[in-house]
Every structure is written in C-alpha cells, then in structure tokens.
C-alpha cells in the first residue's frame, strides 16, 4: 500500500506541476476533489459502507479533517508545486505523516511513542538537510 500511495502521490506532484503553469491551484483542487470524492462515494456504496458520521463529534472531526488536510494542505501543495521543483515538492510531502501524528495526539488523544517521536525528529532532519543540498 506504501508503494502504490507513493506512486500515485507522485502522479499528484507531476500532475499539480504541469496544471500550475496554467490554472490556479484552486481550480485544479476543486476539480480533482469532486472526481476523487465521486470514486470514493461509488466504492462506499458498493462496499455498503456507513456514509455519514452518527455523532456531533464525527462531523466536528470530519469538517476539521477536510478543511485542514484536504482544502488548505492539498491545496497548498498544489499552489506550491508552482514555484518549487518536483524533488523539493517531494521532500515537502513527507511532512505528511508528522501531521498525521499531530492529527492523531490533538484530534484523537492517541499517545505518541518514543520510536515515533524520534522518526519525527529524523524526518524532519532529514527534510532540512536534503533542501539544503537541493536548493530552493
């Protein structure tokens, strides 16, 4: 599952990069957004899952979700993808699963472990080391 997400987060990068030179990142997320949440919606039905929240805190966090992951990070990335090269783009994203940890500790209460923290910390070396060699 890594693998495939890796290979279809990259078509995202390549894509967003080549749509930028010509629309706002706000057009090309709207339009990805509506076709990506219309496959979503047939392989939910299909599957019989549960569509909506049952709970005033399952719409809290979903709202919070989409706002924050969806609206203002993919779209963000997207607008970035403009002025950034496809590597450096790259190296960005991997910031993802940081946000997802921070997700996880503010929204859900779940503990971080000593193991993920150092992975944080690693990763986000990592991230400053490589853009120096990379450049902006």
Not at 56 to 62: A, F, H, Q, S
Not at 111 to 119: K, P, R
């Amino acid at each position: 599952m890594a693998l495939a997400t890796a290979f279809f987060y990259t078509g995202f990068l390549v894509v967003a990069q080549g749509l930028r030179k010509r629309y706002p990142a706000l057009r090309i997320m709207a339009v990805l957004s509506l076709w990506c949440a219309a496959a979503c919606l047939a392989v939910a039905i299909l599957r019989g899952e549960n569509l909506l929240p049952r709970s005033v805190m399952g719409w809290l966090l979903l709202v919070a979700l989409a706002l924050t992951s969806q609206i203002l990070g993919q779209t963000l990335m997207a607008h970035a993808m403009h002025f950034m090269s496809l590597q450096l783009g790259s190296l960005f994203a991997l910031l993802q699963p940081v946000a997802a940890a921070v997700y996880a500790y503010i929204l859900f209460f779940e503990a971080l472990t000593l193991s993920q923290l150092l992975g944080v910390v690693v990763l986000i070396v990592s991230i400053y080391w490589a853009k120096l060699i990379l450049g902006s």
